[in-house]
């Protein structure tokens, strides 16, 4: 069992690797490297974490952690894809929100080695499971008229575009935009709910039938 102790410095050293490894990237990262910005050594660290790569996977696991039990109940609901469409939304925001790095992490790591981020995903199937529900509901739901008929990579990649990118400019919409202001981004975050369930209701909603 974890003793409060050693849970603060695993907090603290997965805090630590999240800013090295969008700075440098996972493989240019060293375990000294993010040892370092703790302010460990790099023996005490491995106290906490052997290799890099489960360091990588603790990260990986702590948002999804965040999202996954709260988008499984969503999911377990007998409701519309449309009427489920503001909780998920709800709870990715949350999520993002407290780990504003971790899309910046995500997207360096799809580009440097999308092999690597689908092993780690798919050491947990739980991670996927619920995607494929979310595609099946979608799916049953073009095929009874309730969504309009779109390829599904479409709607995807709306919704997670939508989510996500503002978090990856945030430097630059600080820099010009909000005279640096961090609270100014979190009303952004705030205010984004409603655009993105509006641009994806009027991408999936069914024309009215006059």
Same mark, same amino acid.
Request: glycine share 2%; no cysteine.
């Given at each position: 069992?974890?003793?409060?102790?050693?849970?603060?410095?695993?907090?603290?050293?997965?805090? %630590?690797?999240?800013?090295?490894?969008?700075?440098?990237?996972?493989?240019?990262?060293?375990?000294?490297?993010?040892?370092?910005?703790?302010?460990?050594?790099?023996?005490?660290?491995?106290?906490?974490?052997?290799?890099?790569?489960?360091?990588?996977?603790?990260?990986?696991?702590?948002?999804?952690?965040?999202?996954?039990?709260?988008?499984?109940?969503?999911?377990?609901?007998?409701?519309?894809?449309?009427?489920?469409?503001?909780?998920?939304?709800?709870?990715?925001?949350?999520?993002?929100?407290?780990?504003?790095?971790?899309?910046?992490?995500?997207?360096?790591?799809?580009?440097?080695?999308?092999?690597?981020?689908?092993?780690?995903?798919?050491?947990?199937?739980?991670?996927?499971?619920?995607?494929?529900?979310?595609?099946?509901?979608?799916?049953?739901?073009?095929?009874?008229?309730?969504?309009?008929?779109?390829?599904?990579?479409?709607?995807?990649?709306?919704?997670?575009?939508?989510?996500?990118?503002?978090?990856?400019?945030?430097?630059?919409?600080?820099?010009?935009?909000?005279?640096?202001?961090?609270?100014?981004?979190?009303?952004?975050?705030?205010?984004?709910?409603?655009?993105?369930?509006?641009?994806?209701?009027?991408?999936? %909603?069914?024309?009215?039938?006059?």
């Amino acid at each position: 069992m974890k003793t409060e102790e050693t849970s603060s410095m695993e907090g603290r050293i997965i805090e %630590a690797a999240k800013r090295i490894f969008v700075r440098k990237g996972y493989e240019a990262t060293t375990m000294s490297d993010i040892a370092a910005e703790v302010g460990i050594s790099r023996t005490a660290m491995h106290y906490y974490f052997r290799t890099k790569d489960m360091m990588f996977e603790a990260i990986f696991a702590q948002l999804i952690d965040m999202v996954l039990p709260n988008i499984e109940l969503i999911m377990n609901e007998h409701t519309t894809i449309l009427e489920k469409l503001p909780k998920v939304i709800d709870q990715y925001l949350a999520a993002l929100r407290n780990n504003q790095m971790f899309p910046l992490f995500v997207v360096n790591e799809m580009n440097r080695d999308m092999l690597h981020l689908f092993q780690v995903i798919a050491k947990d199937p739980k991670r996927v499971e619920v995607l494929m529900r979310f595609k099946q509901q979608t799916q049953d739901e073009m095929d009874r008229g309730l969504i309009k008929p779109r390829p599904l990579e479409d709607i995807i990649s709306a919704f997670i575009g939508l989510i996500v990118f503002p978090l990856l400019i945030r430097n630059v919409l600080l820099a010009i935009f909000m005279e640096g202001k961090t609270e100014a981004f979190d009303e952004l975050l705030n205010r984004r709910k409603q655009l993105i369930y509006d641009a994806m209701y009027h991408l999936m %909603a069914p024309e009215e039938k006059k």
